[in-house]
């Protein structure tokens, strides 16, 4: 079945590390995306990747960083430099152009202890 | 800039009563508009989505939206909600350039749906 899987569901870290959220679509989209989610705040965009080798920051991206070395992959890293990185984070997709609609994955949720 | 206002944080319905959730939007073009349903701890389910045309819109599970230009409004109705439909809600527009793709969504902060029985 074609989708977004993101992985782990669960995860925890210690104050200082960096740790990365992986993020894998067969949909053979060309976008992918990363945002954040907060309660009572909604979605908010880290980081997207429109092409592979390529991406861009989106409102809330320090403390963070990306790669896109894969058009199926689109690893996320929260580094120490992000104060608050307790959160629910989600992964998306799109095939771009007209019509079309970001696709998500189940999240995974990063709790720093 | 882009932005998305659901003026309700929490919404209580009994059982088989209809629904109806707010969404405004401000944008400077054609948006595209989007409604995605969260259940706890799960990704985004895509409800439904106007891109052109027809600006009443059916979706998935019984649900529907309208889109008013005037009014800058994309509000959500059910005409009879199941306990199944308790969730998060959330409004979305998306640049009309690149749809609902590309430089990404904007979300409103979602209403929270209750059923009660």
């Known amino acids: 079945d074609g989708g977004i899987t993101q992985s782990p569901k669960y995860l925890f870290r210690k104050e200082g590390q960096n740790v990365t959220l992986s993020c894998e679509q067969n949909?053979?989209?060309?976008?992918m995306y990363w945002y954040r989610q907060d309660p009572g705040q909604g979605l908010r965009l880290i980081y997207y990747?429109?092409?592979?080798?390529?991406?861009q920051k989106g409102d809330i991206a320090e403390g963070y960083s990306v790669s896109r070395e894969k058009k199926e992959s689109f690893p996320l890293t929260v580094t120490s430099a992000q104060k608050n990185p307790t959160a629910f984070y989600l992964c998306a997709s799109s095939g771009g152009g007209l019509g079309t609609e970001a696709f998500f994955g189940q999240g995974t949720r990063l709790t720093v202890v | 800039a882009q932005s998305v206002t659901q003026p309700d944080i929490h919404i209580t319905v009994s059982e088989g009563a209809s629904l109806e959730l707010r969404c405004n939007y401000s944008y400077g073009a054609t948006p595209y508009l989007f409604w995605y349903v969260q259940s706890p701890g799960q990704g985004l389910q895509l409800l439904l989505k106007?891109?052109?045309?027809?600006?009443l819109v059916q979706g998935i599970k019984g649900f529907e939206a309208e889109f008013k230009r005037s009014q800058s409004s994309f509000n959500l109705r059910k005409p009879s909600v199941h306990w199944s439909d308790a969730a998060e809600y959330f409004c979305a527009v998306g640049a009309a350039y690149s749809g609902g793709g590309a430089d990404g969504l904007t979300f409103g902060k979602g209403t929270h749906l209750i059923i009660q029985p």
């Open positions: 990747s429109q092409i592979v080798n390529d991406f």
């Open positions: 949909l053979n989209h060309d976008a």
């Open positions: 106007y891109f052109s045309g027809d600006t």
